[in-house]
């Protein structure tokens, strides 16, 4: 099986996400042209809830979104304080989820699409843009610091990359991890659930006028992720509980280092 990401002529996932947070920008620029306001990140009747914008757009429910976020951090025994870095940021919209939750965590990142970086002052105007930088994964987490962050974040992103860059990435986050601190890879997608999860990518695609050429996951099984990272500290995988999260609970892993 060939486990690498398949790039079509449209430029592949990263195009994707960066036209979603290209159009959405456009939208945010109207309304604001047209007097609208906006406070926060919020703007579900135009479409730019965060988490829609980074590809969960048939999530039209935030309390299903901070659910589904709760659920997998809730895994990790965390401190009140700390500073956590998220590979493949987007918009943040995990992240910030992540930081209701932990409101004295500080949040640095990275992400591939330059339009997303560039809407993260817009969406969140209470964070600091400098910790957001533009970089593709993995050669963007070359230059990061060693046992610099408490959490490592990398969510619903190495589905994109070919296996070996996943696996790269991962090993990049484990260095830039404390020594007791938590590595979190969300949403690998099961090979297990190949057929199903390609099914219902094709409906999406369809649904979301994203184009006819349709880039591949990467697929993981649970055994090959323990296996592989279990000498770094204790490990284990989860799913999503969340009923309302639909189907991707049950197709997507989601792995936990503590290192």
């Known amino acids: 099986m060939d486990n690498r990401a398949q790039v079509p002529t449209n430029g592949g996932w990263l195009s994707v996400f960066d036209e979603r947070a290209k159009i959405t920008e456009e939208k945010h620029d109207t309304n604001q042209s047209n007097g609208g306001s906006k406070d926060g990140a919020s703007d579900g009747a135009s479409g730019q809830e965060p988490w829609q914008i980074s590809g969960w757009s048939d999530i039209k429910d935030g309390a299903v979104w901070r659910n589904a976020v709760h659920d997998i951090i809730k895994e990790m025994e965390l401190p009140l304080q700390g500073k956590a870095f998220d590979a493949g940021c987007g918009v943040l919209a995990f992240s910030k989820q992540f930081q209701e939750f932990f409101p004295k965590w500080e949040l640095l990142g990275v992400d591939g699409a330059e339009s ?144």
């Open 116 to 259: 997303c970086i560039r809407r993260i002052p817009q969406l969140w105007p209470d964070v600091n843009p400098e910790n957001f930088k533009v970089g593709i994964l993995p050669n963007a987490l070359e230059e990061c610091n060693g046992e610099l962050y408490d959490l490592t974040i990398c969510h619903g992103v190495l589905m994109c990359l070919s296996k070996e860059e996943g696996l790269e990435t991962i090993d990049h986050l484990l260095r830039m991890t404390k020594q007791g601190g938590f590595c979190l890879v969300s949403e690998l997608v099961d090979v297990h659930y190949q057929k199903e999860t390609e099914e219902a990518m094709s409906r999406h695609w369809q649904h979301a006028n994203y184009g006819s050429e349709i880039p591949t996951y990467t697929y993981y099984s649970e055994d090959e992720l323990i296996n592989r990272f279990s000498t770094f500290g204790k490990t284990w995988v989860g799913r999503v509980q969340v009923p309302e999260y639909g189907d991707r609970g049950r197709y997507r892993i989601n792995l936990y280092i503590r290192k």
